[in-house]
């Protein structure tokens, strides 16, 4: 058994010492066989929800109705779910409902892709009835059973295929993908939110060109909120660019290329996606800096106004073109600013109302803003007798 299980062994021992089969399952086992890291440890049991929480004291109800209960342990939770079927998938979509069963076999059957269908028992062996580790070696990625079937079934495991790609720099294999290509208007069916998660970590991977090449070649771009008309502009970016780092960088990114730089149309295609209120925000900031970045033209005052976070992101954005600044050339010019935040700056508005005599209203909005602006570049130093006095001839 790879060591980075051992911590949660003893919780399999446990299952199966009550007379129920346990296994880890999905990404972890694939990772671990990969030699990747690994994020969180699934569990797979033949003991229904009820039943694990009579053999474990403290458990966590996070999605009891399809059979996942969270073990804790030492400090760890682990996921835990009841070998399941799908059955009556409607509208291909994800079902409604889920049948509990007692065999692994089954509960393998009806996950996506062979390298997610395999299973490690808790004395290392593994079980893997479909080829997965085959397919781990080869890289390719290969649904379980008849493409065709399961893209009806559930759609977004499409979606999923190409993110895998990106995320694991892997091939999609020949019948699976032309079953991509068949299929690909069903991703109609599917919920925005979910196509999201998955559109996003295909730009998070390790290999985003490849997943992006996939997700245009089959023609799921099309089905996409905003997308249909992009493929040219989405298919321009290099063969080798780096994965992003965070969702706010991969909205950026998107935006960017997409030419989004009138924030009504930026706003109305981040909504199509459901993107948060924050991600939106963050984007706004981040867009402009790019375009800074590309023509060295970043100022001290668009620096101090987008924050840090946003520049850093939009410095790994602009990476993508190659028009980021080396890193310490980033840091040292962010440093470089003489305030980072208006609780920087040796006065506030309640200093310019008793000290400076200005009324409340928007005349002492606009004052703020002017001394702040000359601070940030430099142009008057961060002391309060000389601010008030600026202040006061504006
Ligand atoms: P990662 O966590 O690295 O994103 P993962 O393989 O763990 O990858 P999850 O989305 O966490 O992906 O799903 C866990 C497992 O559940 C998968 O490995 C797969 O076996 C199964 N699974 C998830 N979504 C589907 C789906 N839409 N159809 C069939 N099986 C699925
Ligand atoms: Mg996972």
New binding site residues.
């Given amino acids: 058994l790879p060591p980075i299980f051992e911590p949660a062994r003893p919780v399999l021992q446990k299952i199966e010492a009550a007379g129920y089969e346990a296994y880890f399952?999905?990404?972890?086992v694939?990772?671990t066989i990969l030699g990747d890291p690994i994020?969180?440890i699934?569990i797979a049991t033949s003991a229904y929800p009820s039943e694990i929480k009579q053999i474990f004291d403290r458990t966590v109800d996070t999605g009891i109705e399809h059979g996942t209960v969270m073990i804790l342990d030492h400090g760890t939770g682990y996921e835990t779910t009841t070998f399941r079927t799908e059955s009556g998938y409607q509208d291909y979509r994800?079902p409604d409902h889920v049948t509990f069963v007692r065999s692994l076999e089954e509960d393998l059957k009806?996950?996506?892709?062979t390298i997610?269908?395999l299973a490690l028992k808790e004395n290392g062996e593994v079980v893997d009835l479909f080829d997965g580790i085959k397919d781990l070696k080869r890289h390719v990625i290969r649904a379980v059973g008849d493409p065709e079937e399961?893209f009806h079934?559930?759609a977004?495991?499409m979606m999923?295929a190409v993110r895998?790609a990106s995320?694991l720099d892997f091939k999609i294999d020949g019948p699976t993908l032309r079953g991509i290509k068949e299929n690909a208007s069903l991703l109609q069916k599917i919920a925005v939110e979910r196509i999201q998660v998955e559109f996003e970590?295909m730009f998070l991977g390790q290999k985003p060109a490849a997943g992006l090449n996939y997700f245009l070649k089959s023609g799921l771009y099309r089905y996409c909120p905003g997308l249909a008309d992009s493929a040219d502009k989405l298919g321009g970016l290099n063969r080798t660019f780096a994965g992003m780092k965070n969702i706010n960088q991969v909205w950026a990114l998107v935006t960017y290329i997409l030419d989004l730089t009138n924030f009504a149309a930026l706003t109305t295609f981040l909504k199509s996606w459901k993107t948060a209120n924050d991600t939106i925000r963050q984007v706004k900031k981040i867009l402009p800096l790019i375009e800074a970045l590309r023509w060295r033209q970043v100022s001290a005052w668009m620096l101090y106004k987008a924050g840090w976070e946003a520049f850093a992101d939009a410095n790994r954005v602009a990476g993508v073109f190659n028009w980021q600044l080396p890193w310490p050339d980033a840091k040292e010019k962010y440093q470089r600013l003489p305030i980072k935040d208006a609780r920087d700056l040796a006065i506030n508005g309640q200093t310019l109302i008793k000290e400076a005599g200005i009324k409340p209203g928007p005349q002492l909005g606009k004052v703020l803003n002017q001394v702040t602006r000359s601070v940030v570049e430099g142009k008057l130093p961060n002391d309060k007798e000389t601010l008030i006095k600026r202040a006061q001839e504006i």
Avoid: T
């Fill in positions: 399952v999905g990404g972890c694939r990772d994020h969180d699934d994800r009806r996950r996506d892709f997610n269908a399961r079934e559930d977004l495991r999923r895998f995320q970590k």
